[in-house]
């Protein structure tokens, strides 16, 4: 059984039928990519997988327990976190009180020692407001936020966007530790050699469909598939 199991997803947004029989299958352990243009569906499908959006139809199996239809709390206390686009840390709070608020609702919680020795510039900066971080602290602030309460599979919505490389370089080093240590992801991502470079295996989405999947060597290995589906 894989930790996650997806078939015939389907959703809409009003009338419009934006995911079409989204099918993946994610492994313990693994770090899976999802690739495709601007308003491929990307961004929809880990809202459908998370609960953000409803899906019309399929079956989302987590761990051995369906959650398709799940409003996104309960969701969330099944093991799946969502770092969305947009991070949502809380401005006016500071880092550790983020991080502390985050963890408050989990049924099981990171403490956290473990989360600065992950991230020890938010040690550093653990008494500095949400507003006054660098892009890059944000985001990881909003990971750390996610992993606070020990979620089973993390999804991250276009986590390097508008990030230094070296900071990109950073934080795909940390997604690699936690995937080493047992933490499942995917991520959606732009940054095509980032998610090559961190994923073990890919999708790819155009128009709402899965038109490709892989491991991730085999799109390093041949271009031709990325400049197929990506245009790239
Ligand atoms: N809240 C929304 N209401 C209506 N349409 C939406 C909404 N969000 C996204 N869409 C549309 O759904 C499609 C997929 O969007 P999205 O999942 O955000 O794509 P991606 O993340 O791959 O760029 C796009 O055509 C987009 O315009
Ligand atoms: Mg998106």
Request: net charge neutral.
């Amino acid at each position: 059984m894989s930790l996650l199991e997806v078939e015939g997803l389907n959703s809409y947004y009003g009338d419009s039928h934006i995911l079409f029989d989204i099918a993946m299958r994610v492994e313990q352990h693994e770090v899976v990519a999802l690739l495709g243009r601007n308003g491929a569906g990307k961004s929809t499908t880990l809202k459908s997988l998370m609960g953000a959006v409803r899906p019309h139809s399929g079956r989302v199996v987590l761990d051995g327990v369906s959650i398709a239809g799940k409003a996104a709390h309960t969701i969330a206390r099944r093991g799946m976190q969502l770092v969305p686009e947009d991070r949502r840390v809380f401005g006016s709070l500071n880092v550790e009180d983020n991080i502390v608020l985050a963890g408050l609702t989990a049924p099981k919680r990171w403490p956290l020692d473990r989360i600065y020795e992950m991230f020890p510039r938010l040690k550093e900066r653990r008494s500095s407001r949400g507003t006054d971080l660098s892009g890059g602290e944000q985001q990881m602030l909003a990971i750390a936020r996610a992993l606070v309460r020990d979620p089973k599979i993390v999804l991250l919505d276009e986590p390097f966007e508008g990030l230094a490389p070296i900071i990109v370089h950073d934080l795909v080093r940390v997604c690699r530790d936690l995937a080493a240590t047992g933490l499942t992801i995917i991520v959606v991502e732009q940054n095509i050699a980032a998610a090559l470079n961190l994923a073990n295996r890919a999708y790819i989405l155009n128009n709402g469909h899965v038109v490709h999947e892989g491991v991730t060597e085999e799109l390093r290995r041949d271009p031709s598939i990325l400049r197929r589906h990506l245009g790239v």
